[in-house]
């Protein structure tokens, strides 16, 4: 698993690209990566980053988006809790 730093720096590079990036993993445990970069997020303490949202692949079963939400899907995500989906383009870190 990377480091925070690494998660923060994917975290910046998603919230500069248009859609957002994917990160492919090597290791099989795409949940506690999930809840490391929310965390990585939640520590950056930046509101700027609640544009995104980090989501499993419906694609890939190695990747991990972290994508911008769309601004309704934001608001609806944000009353419920809960990620948005969106589409992301390929990166890896």
């Known amino acids: ?3 925070a730093a690494e998660y923060l720096e ?3 590079r998603a919230l ?3 859609f957002g990036v994917a990160i492919v993993l090597e290791c099989g445990n795409l949940v506690g990566v999930q809840n ?3 965390n990585a ?3 950056a303490g930046d509101p700027a980053l609640s544009q995104l949202s980090i989501c499993m ?3 890939a079963d190695n990747e991990i988006w972290i994508v911008h939400r769309k601004p309704e899907e934001k608001r609806d995500a944000e009353a419920e809790g809960r990620p948005a989906d969106d589409e992301a383009y390929h ?3």
């Open 1 to 3: 698993m990377a480091t």
């Open 10 to 12: 994917a975290l910046y």
């Open 16 to 18: 500069h690209e248009q």
């Open 36 to 38: 490391a970069i929310y």
């Open 41 to 43: 997020m939640k520590d």
């Open 57 to 59: 692949s419906p694609f």
């Open 91 to 93: 990166t890896s870190i």
